[in-house]
């Protein structure tokens, strides 16, 4: 039953969480760094456009956030292509992914992700504020993408990570003298909660992390991808 239930709940679970995204114009250059997030087929050929308007190739890395990259959002969103030449008259037509940004967000972090099959534009795109002030170091963020109730343990932290919701997990302070702590993972079913990752991580003041709950077709029970961001923030050019 589970991943039949996940398949069908992806899609409201992903909308629910971009439904935080704001309306609003933009106009100066936003800073911004991605993550493919598509288990199934783990590379894609997409571009974006830089703030001089150049059409440029956006190199993902394996489980892991992008360089530091620079756009000028379009009619206050930021987007993303699925070719390099863009037909001026129909730039709609190569649009693979968008999302609404945001005035005040200056840096961000994208998790591209496939959309459901048959659907248009082929991706869509989550948005983290990747501000010092909304997303500060040694804090981490859990983005789930199943339709199922979680729990993370991070050393003296015991949060539900609800689907469609993105949980904020507080600096992990209860750690032994490698800075390592047990970090649990559980998923619900019926009364019981069921561990599906169990393991010690290192949790340090300057670095973030990234978890990312999700299932393939066919599995029997969650997995969590983690990234861990340890890259200095970078001031957004005028």
Known sequence: MFPTFFITAFTSCL????????????AAPVQFRA???????????????????????????P?????????????????????AIIDPKN???????????APEIKRAITVV?????????????????????????GESRVLPFIGIETAIQAGEHRLPVHPGKITTVPPV??????????????????????????RQLQYLDACRRIFIV???????QPTVITIVDTA???????
């Open 173 to 198: 302070k209860k750690v032994n003298e490698y800075m390592m702590a047990q970090t649990n993972f559980y998923y619900q079913q019926g009364d019981a909660w069921v561990p599906f990752t169990e």
């Open 63 to 83: 489980a892991d956030l992008t360089e530091t990259l620079f756009t000028m959002p379009v009619n206050g969103s930021l987007v993303l292509y699925d070719k």
């Open 113 to 137: 992700l496939p959309a459901p099959a048959g659907e248009k534009p082929a991706y869509r795109m989550l948005l983290i504020d990747d501000s010092s002030k909304a997303f500060p170091p």
């Open 214 to 220: 999700h299932a393939t077709p066919g599995a029997l």
């Open 35 to 61: 993550v493919l997030h598509d288990p199934i087929h783990p590379t894609a050929e997409l571009f974006y456009a830089d703030k001089t308007g150049v059409i440029v190739p956006l190199n993902f890395r």
């Open 91 to 101: 730039p709609s037509a190569s649009v693979a992914a968008s999302i609404k940004i």
């Open 232 to 238: 200095v923030s970078v001031t957004p050019a005028p």
């Open 15 to 26: 909308l629910a969480i971009t439904v935080h995204a704001q309306q609003a114009e933009q």
